[in-house]
């Protein structure tokens, strides 16, 4: 099992920027491939960003491309998630995902161990 600890939420301005980190603990952090997810109220939770094993692939749902950067460092196992140019419609809980498939998937069924989320809220 891995457990995962998100940090790095919190209150920005439209057209600002934050870090999001996920530090992993447990199994061999570089056996999973990671993603970040995201719930803003009253919605489903979507996939926002993921990445391969090493680093070498990374996806991007189409509403935060160019503005999102997903990386990870096996050394320090910990996964991060790089926003800027916010948008209050990036307004959400923020979870961080491992899922121990080979091949890469957005669904949420997929990832078998959650952080408890990180709060980002993006005012106008």
């Known amino acids: 099992q891995v457990q995962l600890v998100e940090s790095g939420g919190g209150l920005v301005q439209a057209g600002g920027s934050l870090r999001l980190s996920c530090a992993a603990s447990?199994?061999?952090?570089?056996?999973?491939?990671m993603a970040w997810f995201r719930q803003a109220p009253g919605k489903e939770r979507e996939f926002v960003a993921g990445i391969s094993w090493n680093g070498d692939r990374t996806y991007y749902v189409d509403s935060v491309k160019g503005r999102f950067t997903i990386s990870r460092d096996n050394a320090k196992l910990t996964v991060y998630l790089q926003m800027s140019s916010l948008k209050p419609e990036d307004t959400a809980v923020y979870y961080c995902a491992a899922s121990p498939r080979t091949y890469y998937s957005s669904e949420i069924s997929e990832y078998n161990y959650w952080g408890q989320g990180t709060q980002v809220t993006v005012s106008s």
């Open positions: 447990g199994r061999p952090f570089s056996s999973y491939r």
